[in-house]
């Protein structure tokens, strides 16, 4: 069975960079075809999607996040880490790791239970 898992602080100073990792087991995060997505929520909004790591290693940012994002993996833990830089109030959320499967017909088959991020001094 796969499954994801979030850790990281649940609180953060503004200014500050917050630093999410999603630790996957079931499957590894090189297998071929998988994307392993970073999707947020912030309070009012709906689903934002972040940026995703692919299988063999690249990446792709939202451009309206991509100044401020980078996206990382270990194979050797089978985990990949969100890093958000200068964050806001505004990023307060509750993040979400997700697997971005492009065989399943609703893109998203397996997500993490999510964390809850707040950004305040």
């Known amino acids: 069975q796969v499954q994801l898992q979030e850790s990281g602080p649940g609180l953060v100073k503004p200014s500050q960079t917050l630093s999410l990792t999603c630790t996957v087991s079931g499957v590894s995060i090189t297998s071929n075809d998988y994307y392993w997505t970073w999707i947020r929520q912030s309070p009012g909004k709906g689903l934002e999607w972040m940026g995703d790591i692919g299988y063999n290693g690249i990446t792709d940012y939202n451009p309206s996040l991509k100044s401020r994002t980078s996206i990382y993996r270990d194979t050797s833990k089978n985990h990949f880490t969100l890093q958000l830089s200068s964050v806001t109030p505004e990023d307060t959320a509750l993040y979400y790791c997700?697997?971005?499967?492009?065989?399943?017909?609703?893109?998203?088959?397996?997500w993490g239970q999510g964390t809850q991020v707040t950004v305040s001094s």
């Open positions: 997700v697997r971005a499967n492009p065989w399943w017909p609703t893109w998203y088959d397996f």
